[in-house]
Structures are given as structure tokens and as C-alpha cells.
């Protein structure tokens, strides 16, 4: 007789299509039936018009016949702002309001946020699990894209704690899929996984060794995913419609959904066949596609996935040929036209024998598993996708921890003050690769005082960045000499523009060069300063210590570096500061010759 099972941790992927929950029984995992009777919850969730939610399948039955009752690809939106949503809910036929930070979205007169909405999902899970599992559910792993960041993170665990459940652990998809692929097949080497899911896309270079699953370097796009095809089949197939008579499809809600269901379903049917029938029967529409046609469609989204994984292998310092797997994970991976593409990324053949749907929560489950007790012989070591830092003097941002770095994971800085009796410093926090701090997310802000006031650069403030093991971050600062401490958890606004991260690190490739440029300038204006505001001192002591000529050029080289500084060449100010430097130092010399001098005459 099975032994009963007590206080299960279950492992759960939340996915922006479809979600599961899976269990480890002595030692395999196994993907728990939902409450209605099926292993895939799909995530969506229509609702009754006194507001009552059901999630799943016959939910998904509603998206088209009751759009304005009917939310999905919640996950989308899961930590983001209103500003952001503009790229992020492409496609998203609901109504959008610009909460206090928080997005809210409309259905039928109420509205939610999507950490209420995910937690409505979690908790059907949960309620699946129970009735699979016949036992209280309150523990879970969750996964998130790993490419997910702070803020998303924590939208995560806030669901997962609306929904009742403790969240143990927050994994990333990628490193759950090379869990469930590695236990499987007692692997090693060196793996990319390739994970395209409904909404995200996620690359994730591993190394496999002794049971050992260590990331070596992690990148994707948030706002990236199989939704992006049916996205693209719609505009098309709009497109064509307005032609015919000149209405816009998209305007309707319903013929909206309609329209993005008939994509989903003309996308999958090309992972098995060579044509298919997209039919939109409100808008008396049929038309034959081929595959052809639509891997022409789909092209073009798909090379979006190529940048990341060629940066990826760069961090992770690898060629495509030193990997020995590429794993596939994720339904659109069933898709020819995607194998094609990850097959030209790595230039080897993918490899598809592990079950898309299934793996991430398979992953989470051993990772359950392990957390238990269990499984002692497997380690994972994962990775921080974004450089954490604060901002430093000039508007730059400073990195404590740069991307790809082990978790769980700590980082130390001093930092001073830059004005002479400065009492107070704020710290700001910021995610992302750019170096000037409005091109990089905010984290959150937060101010250390009672500081003792002293000259400029005499403090030293230590900041200290804690990263847990589910990537969520938390800092503190300290003023050493009174021991001054402040500890904040970092807790965004859920509300932040995708601009950020998006843009952080697919700019920061673009961007390097104008970045280094600017960090260039600040750095040289930093350090010149203090040598102005010095000179300005003691000009006066110039005309009266030196002789008129080189008390002339110690005016002349001051003015040149007050104009270089107003200027953008950052080599300009050093040499301009050198000069400047160069000038004073006799001046310099006589200054504190003097000053020794009035100290030690007897009086
Ligand atoms: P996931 O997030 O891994 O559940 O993936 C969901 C995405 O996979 C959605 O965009 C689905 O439309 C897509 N999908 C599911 N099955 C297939 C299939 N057989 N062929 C192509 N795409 C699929």
C-alpha cells in the first residue's frame, strides 16, 4: 500500500497559455489531473456577471463566445506598468487601467490586477492538486521565465501567496526543464535549452555534470511567444478583411478573440500539417493557408529569438559546437519552423525527445523534491539574469552584481558622500545592463541619513545587495562610522514601463558604445571637480603666493576646465584637469608650506 502523502510541496508552472501542477512519488515525477479531469489548466479565466471566476477549459471555451467576461496570457502583464503594456498586451483584447503602478484590467464592470487574476489560476491548481493528491496542498515551487525580473518575480510570489500557498521556491523554466531532461537521462555536458512558450522566451546555457545543474548564463525576451504568431496570422488575416470591406477587425472584442483563436488553431494545425483552413465565420471569411505561407508569417517573429541566444553562448563563453544538446521546451517548439530556427541558431540538430508541455513542471516538482528532503544527490546553481546596481554621482549606474552571476549571492560597496557635510545619501536601485541610470529599471529608492557631517569623501557608506535563491533581491546600507544601518526589501511598483528591461538589454548591445561614451565624460567630470572646486579656493592665494605669469596660467588652465566640463569629451576634461593639476602644484606646495608654517610659530 502507497505510504499517504503529508503537507505535499508541489512544483507549478504558471504558464501564459497553460499551467500544471506536478508531484515527485518515490522519486518520478508526475503531472497532477486538474479539477477537471485533464493534466493541462489552460490559463484563462471567464467570469460570471456577479463576478465569479472559473478557470481552465471552460474558460478557454469562452474566449471567443464571451470575450468581455474572459481574460488569458494573464502572465503578460504580471509585474508590469501601464506605459509598458503598450508592447507587452499587443494583441490583448482587454481594457487596460493605469492603476497606482499597478496595471488593473476591466472584465464586466470589476476590475482585477494580474497578480489577482494569476492568483485565481494558482488556486485551481491547488485545488486540482488536492483532489489528485487527496491531502492539503500549502507548499509550492514556482517557476518563472528566468529572463523574468525583480518586479515579476515578486508579482509571482505575491500570487502564489494570494492563492494560499507558500512559495518555497521560485525556479526558472529553463533550469526546470534541464532538471526533468538531466534526471531522465542521467546527462552530462553542456546544454542550451531553448524554452519558446506562449508569452516569453527564455535561452539558458547549462552545465550538466554529477548531478550537478549549474546555468552558466541566461538571456530571453519577456514579450516574446507562440501569442506573437497568432498575433501575426491575425494582423494578416485584418488586414485582408479590411481590404475586403474596410472595417477594422480588431475593434470588436469579440471578432478580436475570434480572430486570435483562429490563428492559434491554423498554428497548431501546421506542427502537423502542410495546410489548413483559417475560418472566421462571423466575418464570413475562409481562406487556404499553407505552411509556407505561414512560416513567412512566422519568420520574422522567430528571429527575434537569435540575438538573445548568440548572447547568451557569448556570456556563457561558449561556440555552438561546444555544446553537446539543445533542448527544446515549450508548444510552439512543435512547430517545424521553430526547430528550423534553433537548429540554424546552434547549428546542430534540436533535440525534441522531452515532452514540451510537461518538462517545466516536472522540473519543478524534483526541485519540490529536493526542497523535501529528498533527491539529496542534485544541486542546481542558478543564475541572476540582470545586472543589479545603484546610481552613482553623474547619473550612472553602478553595478554590484553583474547578470549571470550565482545565487543566492552577496555584494558589498562603499560609497562616500560628494558634497562636504552631506547628512544623508539615497540609494537607488536600479536592474538592468546600460550604464546611465534613466536606460535602466528602478528598482526603488530609499534614503540613509544621520550621516555625521564631514568633508566630501571622508563618509563611507557600505551598500550591501543580498540575491536569494528565487533571484529576489534585498539591500541595505550602512554608515560605518556610526553603524547607521537601513535594510529595505526591495518592492517595486509592479507598475514599470517594459521599455526597461526589454530595452536594457537589447539596448545595451546597441547602445554600448554611446553608453561607454557617457560613462566616460561622468567619470572625468567626477574626478575633476573636486579639482575646480579647489582651485577655486585658493585662486586668490594664487596672485599673492606666485609670481603674475604662473599665477596667469593657473586662471587660464581653470577656465579651460571649467569649459571642457561643459562639454561632452570626456578625454577633453582629463586632459584639461592634468594641465590644471600640472599648474597648481606649486601653488599647492606653497599653500600647505604655509599653513605649516602658521601652525608652528611660536607665538
Ligand atoms: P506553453 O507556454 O509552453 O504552454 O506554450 C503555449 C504556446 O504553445 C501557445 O502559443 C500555443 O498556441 C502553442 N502551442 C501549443 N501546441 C502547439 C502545437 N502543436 N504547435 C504549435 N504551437 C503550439
Given at each position: 500500500m502507497a505510504t499517504p502523502i503529508t503537507d505535499p510541496i508541489v512544483g507549478i508552472d504558471l504558464g501564459t497559455t497553460n499551467s500544471l501542477v506536478a508531484f515527485v512519488r518515490d522519486g518520478v515525477p508526475e503531472i497532477l489531473s486538474s479539477r477537471e479531469g485533464r493534466t493541462l489548466l489552460p490559463s484563462v479565466i471567464t467570469f460570471s456577471d456577479e463576478g465569479v471566476p472559473v478557470v481552465g477549459y471552460?474558460?478557454?471555451?469562452?474566449?471567443?463566445?464571451?470575450?468581455?467576461?474572459?481574460?488569458?496570457?494573464?502572465?503578460?502583464?504580471?509585474?508590469?506598468?501601464?506605459?509598458?503594456?503598450?508592447?507587452?498586451?499587443?494583441?490583448?483584447?482587454?481594457?487596460?487601467?493605469?492603476?497606482?503602478?499597478?496595471?488593473?484590467?476591466?472584465?464586466?464592470?470589476?476590475?482585477?490586477?494580474?497578480?489577482?487574476?494569476?492568483?485565481?489560476?494558482?488556486?485551481?491548481?491547488?485545488?486540482?492538486?488536492?483532489?489528485?493528491?487527496?491531502?492539503?496542498?500549502?507548499?509550492?515551487?514556482?517557476?518563472?521565465?528566468?529572463?523574468?525580473?525583480?518586479?515579476?518575480?515578486?508579482?509571482?510570489?505575491?500570487?502564489?501567496?494570494?492563492?494560499?500557498?507558500?512559495?518555497?521556491?521560485?525556479?526558472?523554466?529553463?533550469?526546470?526543464?534541464?532538471?526533468?531532461?538531466?534526471?531522465?537521462?542521467?546527462?552530462?555536458g553542456l546544454i542550451a535549452v531553448y524554452d519558446l512558450g506562449g508569452g516569453t522566451f527564455d535561452i539558458s546555457i547549462l552545465k550538466l555534470h554529477d548531478g550537478i545543474f549549474e546555468v552558466l548564463a541566461t538571456h530571453g525576451d519577456t514579450a516574446l511567444g507562440g501569442d506573437d504568431l497568432d498575433f501575426a496570422i491575425a494582423k494578416f488575416v485584418a488586414e485582408q478583411l479590411r481590404a475586403r470591406d474596410g472595417r477594422d477587425a480588431f475593434a470588436s472584442p469579440e471578432l478580436h478573440a475570434e480572430l486570435l483563436e483562429a490563428a492559434e488553431a491554423l498554428k497548431i494545425a501546421f506542427s502537423e500539417r502542410e495546410e489548413a483552413i483559417l475560418e472566421i465565420a462571423s466575418a464570413g471569411y475562409r481562406t487556404t493557408f499553407t505552411r509556407a505561407q505561414f512560416e513567412q508569417l512566422a519568420r520574422p517573429v522567430l528571429e527575434r529569438t537569435r540575438q538573445p541566444c548568440l548572447r547568451a553562448l557569448q556570456d556563457a563563453g561558449l561556440k555552438p559546437s561546444d555544446l553537446s544538446d539543445v533542448v527544446l521546451v515549450g508548444g510552439p517548439t512543435r512547430l517545424a519552423v521553430v526547430q528550423r530556427m534553433a537548429a540554424e541558431i546552434f547549428g546542430r540538430t534540436p533535440n525534441t525527445s522531452v515532452h514540451p508541455d510537461e518538462v517545466v513542471a516536472a522540473g519543478a516538482?524534483?526541485?519540490?523534491?529536493?526542497?523535501?528532503?529528498?533527491?539529496?544527490?542534485?544541486?542546481?546553481?542558478?543564475?541572476?539574469?540582470?545586472?543589479?546596481?545603484?546610481?552613482?554621482?553623474?547619473?550612472?549606474?553602478?553595478?554590484?552584481?553583474?547578470?549571470?552571476?550565482r545565487i543566492p549571492t552577496v555584494a558589498r560597496e562603499v560609497f562616500t558622500t560628494f558634497a562636504d557635510k552631506q547628512t544623508?545619501?539615497?540609494?537607488?536601485?536600479?536592474?538592468?545592463?546600460?550604464?546611465?541610470?534613466?536606460?535602466?529599471?528602478?528598482?526603488?529608492?530609499?534614503?540613509?541619513?544621520?550621516?555625521?557631517?564631514?568633508?566630501?569623501?571622508?563618509?563611507?557608506?557600505?551598500?550591501?545587495?543580498?540575491?536569494?535563491?528565487?533571484?529576489?533581491?534585498?539591500?541595505?546600507?550602512?554608515?560605518?562610522?556610526?553603524?547607521?544601518?537601513?535594510?529595505?526589501?526591495?518592492?517595486p511598483s509592479y507598475g514599470l514601463t517594459d521599455t526597461e528591461v526589454e530595452k536594457m538589454l537589447s539596448a545595451s548591445a546597441v547602445n554600448a558604445e554611446a553608453d561607454v561614451e557617457f560613462r566616460k565624460i561622468v567619470e572625468a567630470r567626477n574626478d575633476a571637480e573636486p579639482v575646480l572646486r579647489a582651485t577655486e579656493k585658493s585662486l586668490k592665494q594664487a596672485y599673492r603666493l606666485l609670481p603674475k605669469d604662473e599665477a596667469d596660467e593657473v586662471q587660464r588652465r581653470y577656465e579651460a576646465l571649467q569649459q571642457a566640463m561643459s562639454g561632452k569629451d570626456g578625454a577633453k576634461v582629463r586632459e584639461a584637469c592634468y594641465a590644471l593639476n600640472r599648474a597648481t602644484a606649486k601653488l599647492a606646495d606653497l599653500i600647505m608650506k604655509e599653513a605649516v608654517a602658521q601652525t608652528v610659530e611660536p607665538r
Amino acid at each position: 500500500m502507497a505510504t499517504p502523502i503529508t503537507d505535499p510541496i508541489v512544483g507549478i508552472d504558471l504558464g501564459t497559455t497553460n499551467s500544471l501542477v506536478a508531484f515527485v512519488r518515490d522519486g518520478v515525477p508526475e503531472i497532477l489531473s486538474s479539477r477537471e479531469g485533464r493534466t493541462l489548466l489552460p490559463s484563462v479565466i471567464t467570469f460570471s456577471d456577479e463576478g465569479v471566476p472559473v478557470v481552465g477549459y471552460a474558460a478557454k471555451g469562452r474566449k471567443v463566445r464571451d470575450a468581455s467576461h474572459t481574460v488569458f496570457s494573464m502572465k503578460r502583464l504580471l509585474g508590469r506598468g501601464f506605459e509598458d503594456l503598450k508592447t507587452a498586451a499587443q494583441g490583448l483584447p482587454y481594457k487596460l487601467l493605469p492603476g497606482e503602478g499597478i496595471v488593473k484590467i476591466e472584465i464586466a464592470g470589476r476590475t482585477y490586477t494580474p497578480i489577482d487574476l494569476s492568483a485565481m489560476i494558482l488556486k485551481e491548481l491547488k485545488l486540482g492538486a488536492e483532489k489528485a493528491l487527496g491531502t492539503p496542498v500549502r507548499r509550492a515551487v514556482l517557476t518563472v521565465p528566468a529572463y523574468f525580473n525583480d518586479s515579476q518575480r515578486q508579482a509571482t510570489r505575491a500570487a502564489g501567496r494570494l492563492a494560499g500557498l507558500d512559495v518555497l521556491r521560485i525556479v526558472n523554466e529553463p533550469t526546470a526543464a534541464s532538471l526533468a531532461y538531466g534526471l531522465d537521462r542521467k546527462r552530462q555536458g553542456l546544454i542550451a535549452v531553448y524554452d519558446l512558450g506562449g508569452g516569453t522566451f527564455d535561452i539558458s546555457i547549462l552545465k550538466l555534470h554529477d548531478g550537478i545543474f549549474e546555468v552558466l548564463a541566461t538571456h530571453g525576451d519577456t514579450a516574446l511567444g507562440g501569442d506573437d504568431l497568432d498575433f501575426a496570422i491575425a494582423k494578416f488575416v485584418a488586414e485582408q478583411l479590411r481590404a475586403r470591406d474596410g472595417r477594422d477587425a480588431f475593434a470588436s472584442p469579440e471578432l478580436h478573440a475570434e480572430l486570435l483563436e483562429a490563428a492559434e488553431a491554423l498554428k497548431i494545425a501546421f506542427s502537423e500539417r502542410e495546410e489548413a483552413i483559417l475560418e472566421i465565420a462571423s466575418a464570413g471569411y475562409r481562406t487556404t493557408f499553407t505552411r509556407a505561407q505561414f512560416e513567412q508569417l512566422a519568420r520574422p517573429v522567430l528571429e527575434r529569438t537569435r540575438q538573445p541566444c548568440l548572447r547568451a553562448l557569448q556570456d556563457a563563453g561558449l561556440k555552438p559546437s561546444d555544446l553537446s544538446d539543445v533542448v527544446l521546451v515549450g508548444g510552439p517548439t512543435r512547430l517545424a519552423v521553430v526547430q528550423r530556427m534553433a537548429a540554424e541558431i546552434f547549428g546542430r540538430t534540436p533535440n525534441t525527445s522531452v515532452h514540451p508541455d510537461e518538462v517545466v513542471a516536472a522540473g519543478a516538482a524534483i526541485q519540490a523534491d529536493i526542497l523535501a528532503g529528498n533527491n539529496k544527490d542534485f544541486l542546481l546553481l542558478d543564475v541572476v539574469p540582470l545586472s543589479l546596481g545603484i546610481e552613482t554621482y553623474g547619473g550612472l549606474m553602478s553595478a554590484l552584481i553583474p547578470r549571470n552571476t550565482r545565487i543566492p549571492t552577496v555584494a558589498r560597496e562603499v560609497f562616500t558622500t560628494f558634497a562636504d557635510k552631506q547628512t544623508g545619501v539615497d540609494i537607488h536601485v536600479l536592474q538592468g545592463e546600460r550604464e546611465r541610470v534613466e536606460d535602466n529599471r528602478s528598482l526603488a529608492r530609499f534614503k540613509l541619513g544621520g550621516i555625521p557631517p564631514q568633508p566630501a569623501g571622508i563618509p563611507r557608506v557600505e551598500v550591501i545587495f543580498l540575491i536569494d535563491a528565487d533571484g529576489i533581491l534585498q539591500v541595505s546600507a550602512k554608515e560605518l562610522k556610526t553603524g547607521r544601518e537601513q535594510t529595505i526589501e526591495v518592492r517595486p511598483s509592479y507598475g514599470l514601463t517594459d521599455t526597461e528591461v526589454e530595452k536594457m538589454l537589447s539596448a545595451s548591445a546597441v547602445n554600448a558604445e554611446a553608453d561607454v561614451e557617457f560613462r566616460k565624460i561622468v567619470e572625468a567630470r567626477n574626478d575633476a571637480e573636486p579639482v575646480l572646486r579647489a582651485t577655486e579656493k585658493s585662486l586668490k592665494q594664487a596672485y599673492r603666493l606666485l609670481p603674475k605669469d604662473e599665477a596667469d596660467e593657473v586662471q587660464r588652465r581653470y577656465e579651460a576646465l571649467q569649459q571642457a566640463m561643459s562639454g561632452k569629451d570626456g578625454a577633453k576634461v582629463r586632459e584639461a584637469c592634468y594641465a590644471l593639476n600640472r599648474a597648481t602644484a606649486k601653488l599647492a606646495d606653497l599653500i600647505m608650506k604655509e599653513a605649516v608654517a602658521q601652525t608652528v610659530e611660536p607665538r
